[in-house]
């Protein structure tokens, strides 16, 4: 499979909470990357991690990559109603191949 | 920054025909580019691997002369849906990274096949 796991599937939350996603994957990565989706429409890029990087932060967004478990998250702090979409982490293999997590689906309900 | 442009954004087709999907890179060359398909409410799946001047690189399942993709120049793939059938009906997505950088790669907005 080329997907590896993500969780939750999906996730609904308030308004101002914060939302957590995380991500694993089985293979070894050059970096990790996380995508936001709206409904229907093209990626949004968001972070980019690398392997040898532990923590990134971006506005309201900080990514953690823990290579030795194989696993990432993103964290949403202070979320809004505009943060609903579909998020996907995505690992670069030493190919330059880009593969994506199965997803998060995340409602923020106003 | 670098931007990869795709076209068409929709296109809507009869079965039995074939389509033609274009992914370019516009400031910048790449010897290889990437086409994903995403089903609603799923991921993208990793359809094949485009090399310029070369074949293209099919990820198991995906039926090559189905889907034939052309890398005919550094800027330019193209992904051909070939006797279309309602069940290729899906979102189509190229990528391309920038080789003068260690920049994320870069999406095209996608194309939204329907098949009728």
């Known amino acids: 499979s080329q997907q590896g796991e993500e969780d939750p599937q999906a996730l609904s939350i308030q308004e101002g909470e914060n939302a957590t996603m995380n991500c694993s994957y089985k293979?070894?990565?050059?970096?990790l990357q996380w995508y936001r989706q709206n409904s229907g429409r093209g990626l949004v890029h968001l972070i980019l991690?690398?392997?040898?990087?532990r923590e990134k932060h971006s506005g309201r967004l900080r990514v953690t990559l823990d290579t030795s478990k194989k696993s990432s998250s993103l964290l949403i702090t202070a979320s809004r109603a505009a943060d609903t979409a579909s998020y996907f982490c995505?690992?670069?293999?030493?190919?330059?191949?880009?593969?994506f997590g199965p997803g998060t689906s995340l409602s923020v309900i106003p | 920054g670098a931007v990869v442009s795709q076209h068409p954004s929709w296109v809507i087709c009869k079965s039995g025909t074939s389509v033609k999907i274009e992914c370019r890179s516009l400031?910048?060359?790449?010897?290889?580019m990437f086409w994903y398909r995403q089903f609603p409410k799923q991921s993208l799946m990793l359809m094949a691997t485009?090399?310029?001047?070369?074949?293209?690189?099919?990820e198991q399942g995906v039926e090559k002369d189905k889907f034939l993709i052309n890398h005919a120049s550094l800027t330019l793939s193209t992904l051909t849906v070939t006797s279309a059938h309602p069940e290729d009906s899906s979102f189509y997505i190229c990528?391309?990274?920038?080789?003068?950088?260690?920049?994320?790669?870069?999406f095209g907005q996608g194309t939204r096949l329907t098949v009728v």
């Open positions: 990528s391309a990274r920038d080789p003068r950088s260690f920049t994320e790669a870069f």
């Open positions: 293979t070894s990565i050059n970096n």
């Open positions: 991690i690398r392997s040898n990087e």
């Open positions: 995505a690992r670069e293999t030493s190919y330059d191949k880009v593969i």
């Open positions: 400031d910048f060359q790449a010897t290889t």
């Open positions: 485009s090399n310029e001047g070369s074949k293209a690189t099919y």
